[in-house]
Each structure stands twice: as C-alpha cells, then as structure tokens.
C-alpha cells in the first residue's frame, strides 16, 4: 500500500494550509467560540476562489479523490470552524446524486463559490434516531405542498440559505415509504428559527413550518422516496466531511502546553498522549478509505459509520484524559488566566460528547455497522 500523496495532492494541501494561515486567523477563530456559528464565510470565499472547494466536493471533483479527506483534515487541525461549508459540500453531493437539472444549476454553482450554506432539517423533538418516525407533514395542494411542524437541531439555520427539509408525504404506508425529502429557500414565509444553546458552545437551532408553501420543484428525489436521499446524505455525512481528526488538534495542544508546565515529564502522561495519537492515525486511515469513496462517486454507508464511531469515541476518551491529566486548569475557559492548552482542553471535554451523537448515535452506527458487515439480523 503506497501511502505518499501524489504531487498534485501535496499541492493541493499546501494551498488550502496557505489560506488558511492567512485567512483563518485567531480572531476568527475567536469569534466561532464566541457566537457559536462555527462557519467562516471569509474561508468559504477563499476556498472557493481557488477552486479548493469544487475539487472536494463528493461526487464532482475532478481531481485526486483524496483531496476530500485532505480539505477536512486540514480544516478539523486548523481549528477553523467549518460546520457550514461541510454540510453545504455535503448537500451538494446529495443535489448531484438525485437532485433535478434545475437544482443542480441553481444551488450546486451557489455552494461552490463559498456564498451558500445548507442546513439539515430531519431531526424533530420526538424524532432523532428513529428519524423514519418524523410527523413534519406535507400536503399536496395543486401544484404546491403545504409543509406544517417542527424540526429540533437544525443547525446553521440561522445562516443557511437552504435547508434540506425531510416530511411525511403518505401517513399511509410502512413509515420509510412515505417520505420526501425537499430542498427549499430558508426564506419561504412561514419558517421560523429559535436559538439553542449547547454544552459544546455550539449554536444550534429549533425551526418551525407553519402553512409553507413550495412548488413541486423543490422536492429532492422522489417523492416518497425521502429515505433514499436521506440515505445518500447520511453517507456523506458521516465520518467523510470533518470531525474525525479532532484529537490530532487536542493533542498538539496539550503537548505544547505540556511540555511548558513539566508535565510531559510523567511516564503516564506521554503514554496516553502516544495512545491518542496511535487512535488518531487509525481514525485518519479510515477517514481516507470512507472519503475516497465518496470522493469517487460511491456511498460510503459502512465504512463511514465504522471511522464515525471509531473517531469521535477515541476523541471523547482522548479529551477526557486530558482534561484529568491537567487538573483544575483543564475546566478554565478560553481567555480564563491559567487555562490548560489557552483553554481547548476545557473545550474539547465539551465538545467531544456532542461528535458521538449528531449524524447519528455511536449506538446508532453500531446496529449499521452489526447489520451490514456482520449480517447481524436488523434492530427494528
Ligand atoms: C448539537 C447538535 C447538533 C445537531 N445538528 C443537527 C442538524 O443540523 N440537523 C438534524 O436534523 N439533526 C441534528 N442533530 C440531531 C442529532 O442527529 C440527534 O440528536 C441524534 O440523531 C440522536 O437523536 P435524539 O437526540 O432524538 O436521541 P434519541 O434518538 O432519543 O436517543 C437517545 C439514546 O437512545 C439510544 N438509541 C436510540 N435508538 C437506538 C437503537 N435503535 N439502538 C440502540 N440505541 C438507541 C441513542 O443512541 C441515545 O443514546 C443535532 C444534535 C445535536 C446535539
């Protein structure tokens, strides 16, 4: 197995570092922890301007497929926020895998010059994990659906131009056959968003739908066919764009910090930073197998799920350890004198829990994982 990247891959990392020293700077990185929108819409732009952000995205790079896997690793190590632009590369691939003609040149152009977010629209209060169980109706009304309920963690909504919106079309038929899945402008009169705050700092959402109404052009896919897309945007989601290297970035600053206060001198604390980083190559070589698939066209619904709950669990224990191994410095803030790491190991223990659960539960990824690689009979 040759695991040097080709010339052109090098290339391509080199520039996407390049941006990001020089637009990615501690101020904006500052600003993410602060509001909690963790999207830079300066680094979107310049990705796009480089035509980084085409060449990454799943289904229509034209270059090497690793580049997927090297645009997020450079972005989760950066510390740059970029929820928005993964889930908007993410939503472009899904528009190219079943989206119409006209879907494909109005909002896949607009993603990919940086301008334009997507949010995901499926989890409800009542419905995350058994997502097939949702009660958003939509009703056709002559040419128009009328689209009444409520999502739960709809994040980015607040900034997002679209959202990907799945609804119960036929209450009828056995619960995954009476899906659609729709792409609609966050700005149709009826929507409405409320803020959530998280333990992680991270800003999320509850939108409500009451009397939108859409053409028939705004539905992806087919209509009931909401669980076939939902199943390609789940494959993309999960462990392809980002969240799978972000120890590698808890470690390097742990290290730094301790190495500074003497720490590194205990034989237990340089063994558990060597397991983090052993656990960090093994997430970063199944992140490379689960983006190379997307990148080349297919669906990686195993492969995504195994590096899914492989790197998000080690990143949990990995934060963990270090916020123990530090002691009281570990629980101060950013800009709190005396905050381990400048305060990113009291961030990253609150931060890591959320990674095992959005995208679908680690208990979720196991059942996929036990049915389709073990042949294991379905959970439900
Ligand atoms: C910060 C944040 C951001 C999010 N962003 C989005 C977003 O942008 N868009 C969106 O649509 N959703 C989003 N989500 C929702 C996320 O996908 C759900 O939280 C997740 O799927 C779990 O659903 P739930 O919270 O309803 O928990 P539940 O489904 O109620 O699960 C509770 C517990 O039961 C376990 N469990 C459930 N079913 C099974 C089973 N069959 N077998 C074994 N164990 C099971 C779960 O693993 C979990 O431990 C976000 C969530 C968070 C916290």
Known sequence: MEFTLSEQAEQFRSEIKRILREVGTAEVIDRQHQTGTFNSLEVNRALAASGLLERACPGLGRGDPIELWILFNELDKSGVGYDGISVALLAAGVINHVGS?????????????????????????????????????????????????????????????????????????????????????????????????????????????????????????????????????????????????SGVSLVRHFHHWARGTGLLDEPIVRERLARIAIDNVVASLLTQKAAWIAASGGLPGL??????????????????????????????????????????????ARHAPVTTIYGGTSEVNRNNIAERHLGFPKAR
């Open 303 to 348: 492969e995504g799920s195994m590096v899914k709950v492989f790197a998000t669990e080690a990143y949990q224990k990995a934060a963990a350890w270090c916020q123990q191994m530090a002691g009281p410095a570990g629980l101060l803030h950013f800009h709190e004198p005396g905050a381990a790491a400048e305060g990113y190991v009291d961030y990253d």
């Open 101 to 245: 003609d006209l879907q494909k040149q109005t909002v896949i152009p607009s993603i990919l010059s940086g301008e334009t977010l997507v949010s995901l629209g499926y989890s409800e209060p009542d419905h995350g994990s058994d997502v097939a169980s949702i009660t958003t109706r939509a009703v056709r009304d002559g040419d128009e659906w009328v689209i009444d309920g409520a999502k739960m963690w709809t994040s980015l909504a607040h900034e997002a131009q679209w959202i990907l919106l799945l609804t119960r079309t036929d209450p009828d038929v056995p619960k995954h056959k009476g899906l659609t899945m729709f792409l609609l402008p966050m700005d149709t009169p009826g929507i409405s968003i409320e803020p959530v705050r998280t333990m992680g700092s991270e800003r999320t959402n509850a939108t409500f739908y009451d009397n939108v109404r859409v053409g028939s052009e705004c539905v992806l896919g087919e209509v009931n066919g909401g669980w076939r897309t939902m199943g390609v945007a789940l494959a993309f989601e999960r462990g392809v764009m980002g969240g799978t290297a």
